[in-house]
């Protein structure tokens, strides 16, 4: 009689009896199943956190380098004054001009890793411009670079961003 337990029985002292639970084996393998998939998904939070940031910074330099190109616009009589090179300390005077750049550089300062940023300003000859136009249109170039270190695991080197806006006033 003993042989004839059915599937999912076993023979217990002489007697088939039903088998309830799991082995031990089987808990086993689903922990480390479960385990490997939420360190998986931690990852992918991990780089999602990551790219958030890059994200960020890219748009945030984007914002800034038009912010100071309007800005620039509206007092294009003193268009060149604007000048300002990489490392270069924002200006403490009273005009328009060094005020805007002066926020400028303080807002990259604060929001982009290591932010810095240079414009180059050249003079346009009336024909480059488009009608209607003034005696001269200026020729503006932002450039933008912050350190991506930090979300890019500590290396060091190709850890600078770059961004970089023309546009003619």
Known sequence: MNAFCKCHQTVIRG???KQFGLSLVEVLVTLVVVALGLLGIAGLQVSALKLGLVAENRSNSVVYANNIIDRMRANIANAASYVTAFGSAAPTGSTQAEKDLADFKAQIASTLPEGDA???VAQSSAADCEAPTVAKCW???VSLRWNEANVQGGKSGAAQSFLKISSRL
Request: aromatic residues 0%; hydrophobic residues 35%; proline residues 0%.
């Open 118 to 120: 240079e414009i180059l």
């Open 139 to 141: 020729d503006v170039t």
């Open 15 to 17: 007697r088939c009896r």
